[in-house]
């Protein structure tokens, strides 16, 4: 088996349908594919119209939010391909990314992972296509607003190269680094897993890739961004990934780090909550 492709989705049916369309598309001249998706307890008709109209998709029907991170897993424990394409449900693929991307891949060995050029649903160029390590300078950086470094923006975006983090929305990876450097980390519940991962992946001696080929991101449909849990849980992955990579770090560094985070955290719920007063 060449590629097994994780989707995991949350209530968004719709966009899982076209995700599915483009992927059904985009397989097409690789030999030797699979296709999971493992719904994390959808409330919505997902599994009851879906599996009938896709049946070469393994559905897994999670009993309940099981979160990014365990979700993906799951899937990634059965599969057998030499490489493992995690996809967002509320994305689209080209038809040629996911064969120009395999390709990419088996030539270059060395390449634990890749991600790829994401389109936001307006046609813009999306930033996290290409980030780096939030170490505790980067990060002070973007939250001081300097977000340069933090997305790679000096390289260019029509051609190869090489980055440190892929974005978990298309993260396309070698099964035999996975095998090395272990599976997605089940602390985090959603957002900062493939931070992590990326990370562990360069700390294993592979390389992360951006390749110039084509997906449309439905940024957000998959996740709610207007409610206090989101705040929660995006912050707390924050920590967690600070915790985990930089708690030996001197109190000099970590105190400002650590300080920051509860601040940005405070400001956004108190914008969600301006955002209710006015609603």
Request: hydrophobic fraction near 45%.
């Amino acid at each position: 088996m060449k590629l097994s492709i994780v989707i995991v989705s949350y209530n968004v049916r719709r966009y899982l349908d076209q995700c599915l369309e483009s992927v059904q598309k985009a397989v097409e001249g690789i030999d030797g594919t699979e296709v999971f998706v493992v719904d994390n307890a959808s409330p919505d008709d997902t599994l009851t119209v879906l599996p009938d109209k896709y049946p070469w998709v393994h559905f897994i029907a999670n009993e309940e939010n099981l979160g990014f991170a365990r979700a993906n897993n799951l899937a990634i424990r059965q599969s057998t391909g030499e490489y493992v394409l995690l996809l967002n449900p509320d994305t689209t693929v080209a038809e040629h990314t996911l064969r120009e991307a395999v390709s990419f891949m088996d030539a270059h060995p060395q390449a634990g992972g890749a991600g790829v050029m994401m389109h936001n649903e307006d046609g813009t160029l999306a930033p996290e296509s290409r980030r780096a390590i939030p170490t505790p300078w980067v990060s002070a950086l973007k939250m001081l607003g300097f977000t340069r470094r933090y997305y790679m923006s000096h390289l260019p975006w029509d051609e190869p190269n090489r980055i440190e983090v892929i974005s978990g929305a298309f993260c396309l990876l070698r099964h035999k680094a996975l095998d090395a450097v272990g599976l997605l980390d089940e602390d985090f519940f959603m957002y900062g897993e493939d931070i992590d991962l990326s990370y562990r992946l360069l700390k294993g001696g592979w390389e992360n890739w951006y390749l110039p080929l084509p997906i449309v991101h439905f940024k957000g449909r998959s996740t709610r961004k207007s409610d206090y849990r989101y705040v929660h849980v995006f912050y707390q992955a924050m920590l967690i990934f600070f915790r985990k990579h930089y708690s030996h770090l001197s109190f000099i560094y970590t105190i400002p780090v650590k300080a920051a985070i509860y601040f940005r955290a405070f400001i956004a719920l108190i914008d969600l909550l301006r955002q209710k007063l006015h609603l």
